[in-house]
């Protein structure tokens, strides 16, 4: 599997547990007395959420431009 690929599928896999994490706690909070019981329950989410998808988002740009230099150096080698 390439790079690209795997981390398209690392982005997926972030936002179905991120959304299953947010739905349990949302579930628990509403359990337990709404937005009183959790106050900074979106605050939170949206703090861990941005930072995850940063972070894969860097990782995905970083592999492709990565790979275009690699095909550049390819590239030099094989006209000299």
Sequence with gaps: M???????????GIFVSQ???????????????????????SQSYEKTFNVMIATTLALLTGASINKGKSECNDCSKTTK
């Design 19 to 41: 959304f299953s994490v947010f739905a349990v706690s949302l579930g628990y909070c509403m359990n337990n007395g709404g937005l009183k019981a959790c106050p900074n329950i």
């Design 2 to 12: 390439n790079r690209e690929k795997f981390l398209l599928w690392i982005l997926a």
